[in-house]
């Protein structure tokens, strides 16, 4: 199918045209994420919305090629939750006067390549991608971002670089001694008579390292609250609501099956980092006044709930896992979103200067109070369906120690409603007054997101409709490598 | 047609040489811009004449001295490639030396003697070529007459003439001890007998190798040079021996010292010998070019660096060879970039002091030159879609397959370690506010755009840069699309 190799490739199309376009590079930024998106749904009739495999231009057999692309139904909803925010993040940016033209050039390479990760079948391709996010971001934060962007900028790509580095070692170690090439082809191979050959403890610990960063799971989450406050608004939607989820993607998609073995030996392991992300993140939540801050420590308590249902080897645990991962996506974008467009008419994010928007600008208020209401996992919400399963499962496997989750339960429901209070609610600070509310634009961008959050709440199967046969497919090659 | 006649196999350099000579004769009338034309043009017509001959199959021994085929002609085209680049890289600053004719001759000479060291099976040619190497090295340092390039020049002529002795000496001791030959071949018949004196013999060897590729502990001239040197120069300097020096490296290694590997009589193990230099190496470049505000000193420590990836493939072995070519090629390729970038500075009546502070707001000026700039600082990096990541991933993927994990990770984490200054290059230049010393659009003075040293060439290195900043990024792409295999099998499995 030539329309998966075109995902990857019209985004950075787009790219050299908007770079070329100066002052008219949002509309070329909008056109062609929406063509891309376009040509994303004329892929519907040949069944990926039933769990059929979609292959690109070159077929996995071909020989030589690292280009080998391939969407199935774990990649499905990520590459939809990526086109939905793109267009979220394009028009975030619709009001950046410094260097608009570079700045939607570097949105639609991010693009290009966050596709390419999610789609890549073959290792190097993957990697390759995984890195490729690392330099539009890199430039994006430490050329628009606020303040202390220079440093958060260098800052994020360190770590990064340096977790993704160990995962590559992990990825050769077991290319090496699998002597295959792309995902399904290892993972078949480790279950298969050819045998192991490789530490899979090893292999599962030097992949994690770098997945876990990227999640990011608690030691190694450092590096987030410094980019996702330094970064401009399009560039904290993109970390917080795609790229963290390349990391439990790539848990599923490369950690699970290339390293079963070490998967299950490192599972009480995840379940620890999970926890204690978790209540660690919800416990910072509450006491930042940067509200920016407060979003990006939520991100780690979410990411924590993904950790905990993947340290259940079952196929529902997985499903629960990617559909955090899509609803905190959505949310996340969306609270980066209204924070950014807050930013806009205030010129402040901290808690302290902020008061009284329920009545000063309505529907900026209304939009923030729903997106905080959908971030403490309210039912009927696209929180709630993902972390109850993930509690659920991981309450079967591993019984009480599940427990301390709950107190991050409870601080997520305090330091959304503290966020809430704070903003919407109690007099107005003397210099707020008459400010603009969200315009159609901004309502748009609010649309795009909060309709998905409603219909996942409502309907949480949707989402594992989507995912069920490739997760069961992974969960099947994962036990073949387990049990020989 | 029967091509083995000598100077059919000897033509790339041949014609290189001849580039050279008439540069050095035109010189003699003061033509300077022709004399590098026509160095530039046939550092060009060899690396076409090389890659051509690269595509044929046989292969020639001249001399029982030289041997030439496929693998060392693919060899040759990346020499005159870089060569050529180079030369244009410092085109402009070139010209305006008073012998900048004869400048652009010793880059010439310097090219086809790197080639020769190459394709050299005999210890007695390769110190002749060594020592010529090196008295070429000395001028071209010295050729800007500062006194840091005076200095520097010093300093790689001393260093050099130490490592040049212990060259004779393990070429004495070997003719001696280990059969009466300076043939690399007959002397490792000899090394079974005496492996003590086959060992002594390879460190004094690979002690003068050592010293081209500029790694630990035979570093120490690598930062003076990269500062003072003339751009064209030191990117030659910099790149064309390293190639032929590692080449000859993992000859020597393959020859003299794998045999010893497990022998119980060895006292030293050559694996852990590569091990603990490409550690060292790696260490010392990386802290070194940490803390560096001088841009071409950062690229000299960070060379002591690369040179220890490098390493990294000789430790693992003659399966690593192809690879490793990669990595220092596509090293080579990435610094000129850089240094053109460097002469692109320099090149009018800039400000620039040589800082990479100075570089700041280089983004807003002059924007080719930054994104030139970028691209080979994450080429050096070794971040994908860039040449370094396939030179970096051929060397340090098969490391950790053969089983050194150890290298592999040492290898990584130097990476890593790295962006800390490179990605301070891209900050500055990027993100940074234009300080004093930035570097100005300076206006051409009329009387300036008279003389051939004027606006018209001004463009060159930018030019330059900006080539080679594109060659970085196709290397980089194309393996997706073609994989991995062609690129490694480029560079043969000789040696």
């Known amino acids: 199918m030539w329309q998966l190799d075109a995902l990857v490739l019209i985004p950075l199309a787009g790219a050299v045209v908007a770079a070329l376009a100066a002052t008219k590079a949002k509309l070329v930024a909008l056109t062609f994420t929406l063509a891309n998106i376009a040509l994303f749904l004329s892929l519907a009739p040949s069944g990926i919305f039933r769990g059929e495999i979609v292959h690109g231009l070159f077929s996995p057999q071909e020989p030589g090629t690292m280009w080998l692309l391939t969407l199935d139904g774990l990649s499905l909803p990520l590459v939809m939750l990526t086109m939905l925010l793109f267009i979220v993040a394009t028009l975030s940016s619709w009001g950046v006067t410094s260097r608009p033209a570079a700045h939607h050039a570097l949105l639609l390479g991010l693009q290009s390549a966050i596709l390419g990760v999610f789609l890549a079948e073959h290792v190097l391709l993957f990697y390759v991608f995984w890195e490729a996010v690392l330099i539009p971001m890199f430039f994006l934060i430490g050329r628009w971002g606020y303040e202390g962007r220079r440093q958060a900028a260098v800052k994020f790509f360190l770590y990064t670089f340096a977790g993704s580095v160990f995962m590559l070692i992990g990825l050769l170690i077991a290319l090496m001694s699998l002597e295959a090439i792309t995902f399904t082809a290892m993972a078949q191979t480790i279950g298969g008579p050819a045998g192991d050959g490789f530490n899979q403890v090893l292999v599962f610990a030097l992949l994690s390292i770098g997945l876990l960063v990227k999640l990011p799971a608690v030691p190694f989450h450092t590096w987030l609250p410094d980019a996702h406050v330094q970064a401009p608004t399009a560039g904290s939607i993109m970390l917080a609501g795609v790229l963290l989820k390349m990391g439990g993607y790539g848990l599923i998609r490369l950690a699970i099956p290339i390293a079963p073995e070490g998967w299950e030996a490192l599972a009480p392991l995840l379940l620890i980092l999970g926890i204690v992300g978790v209540v660690f993140g919800a416990a910072m939540a509450l006491v930042q006044d940067d509200l920016k801050r407060v979003v990006a420590y939520s991100s780690i308590s979410h990411m924590g709930f993904v950790l905990v249902a993947l340290s259940v080897g079952t196929e529902t645990a997985i499903s629960a896992a990617i559909l955090v991962m899509v609803s905190h996506g959505l949310v996340a974008g969306l609270l980066f979103y209204l924070v950014g467009e807050l930013y806009e008419r205030t010129h402040t994010r901290e808690l302290a200067s902020l008061g009284g928007l329920s009545y000063l600008t309505p529907r900026l208020a209304w939009s923030l109070a729903f997106a905080a209401f959908a971030s403490l996992g309210l039912p009927g919400l696209s929180g709630f369906p993902g972390e109850l399963l993930a509690v659920m499962e991981g309450f079967r496997n591993w019984s009480w120690w599940i427990a301390p989750v709950g107190i991050g339960l409870v601080l997520a429901a305090a330091y959304n409603l503290r966020v809430v209070a704070r903003v919407n609610h109690g007099p107005h600070p003397p210099g707020l007054s008459g400010l603009s509310d969200l315009g159609p634009r901004a309502l748009l961008g609010v649309a795009i997101l909060a309709i998905p959050v409603l219909v996942i709440g409502i309907w949480p199967r949707i989402v594992a409709d989507l995912s069920t046969p490739a997760v069961q497919r992974i969960i099947e090659l994962a036990v073949r490598g387990v049990s020989p | ?495």
């Open chain 2, 1 to 495: 047609m029967n091509v083995e006649a000598w100077w059919f196999v000897l033509s790339p350099v041949t014609i290189a040489f001849a580039g050279g000579v008439a540069a050095l004769i035109l010189d003699g009338w003061d033509r300077r811009v022709v004399a590098i034309v026509v160095t530039i043009i046939s550092a060009l017509v060899a690396a076409g004449a090389s890659a051509w001959l690269a595509s044929g199959s046989t292969s020639f021994v001249l001399a029982d001295v030289l041997l030439i085929d496929p693998t060392i002609y693919a060899v040759w085209a990346l020499i005159f490639g870089l060569s050529a680049l180079s030369t244009l890289g410092g085109a402009v600053r070139m010209s305006r030396l008073p012998a900048g004719g004869g400048v652009s001759a010793l880059v010439a000479f310097l090219s086809a003697g790197s080639a020769l060291i190459s394709a050299s099976v005999d210890l007695l040619l390769i110190v002749i070529l060594i020592e010529v190497l090196a008295v070429v090295g000395y001028g071209l340092t010295a050729s800007i007459r500062t006194s840091g390039a005076k200095e520097a020049a010093l300093k790689y002529f001393i260093q050099g003439s130490v490592a040049t002795g212990l060259f004779v000496l393990g070429l004495a001791l070997a003719f001696g001890l280990l059969g009466g030959s300076t043939e690399i071949a007959a002397l490792g018949e000899g090394t079974a007998q005496a492996p003590v004196v086959a060992l002594i013999v390879s460190l004094l060897i690979l002690s003068a190798f050592a010293l081209k590729l500029g790694a630990f502990p035979f570093h120490s001239w690598a930062p003076d040079v990269y500062q003072g040197a003339h751009p064209a120069g030191a990117s030659l300097i910099v790149v064309v021996p390293k190639i032929g020096a590692l080449s000859a490296m993992f000859l020597i290694a393959e020859v003299l010292m794998r045999p010893l590997e497990g022998s119980q009589t060895a006292p030293l193990q050559p694996t852990l010998l590569f091990s603990v230099l490409a550690i060292a190496s790696i260490i010392f470049g990386n802290l070194g070019a940490l803390r560096q505000s001088d841009f071409g000193r950062m690229l000299g420590y960070s060379a002591v660096a690369q040179a220890g990836y490098a390493l990294i493939a000789l430790a693992v072995g003659l399966i690593t060879y192809p690879g490793a070519m990669l990595l220092m090629t596509v090293y080579g390729l990435a610094a000129s970039t850089a240094f053109a970038v460097a002469g692109a500075l320099r090149a009018g009546h800039s400000s620039w002091d040589g800082s990479i502070r100075g570089m700041s707001g280089l983004a807003a000026s002059r924007p080719w030159l930054a994104a030139s700039l970028a691209v080979s600082m994450l080429s050096l990096t070794g971040i994908p879609l860039f040449a370094g990541f396939w030179g970096k991933l051929s060397v340090f993927g098969l490391a950790a397959a053969e089983g050194f994990i150890f290298l592999t990770v040492a290898g990584v984490l130097g990476s890593v370690f790295s962006f800390a200054y490179y990605g301070a290059v891209i900050r500055t230049v990027y993100f940074d506010q234009p300080s004093d010393t930035r570097v100005p659009d300076t206006p051409t003075s009329p009387t300036e755009a008279l003389t051939d040293t004027g606006v018209r060439y001004r463009a060159l290195p930018g030019v330059a840069s900006v080539v080679g900043a594109g060659v970085l990024v196709i290397i980089g792409v194309v393996p997706l699309f073609i994989g991995l295999t062609p690129l490694v099998r480029f560079f043969g499995i000789g040696g």
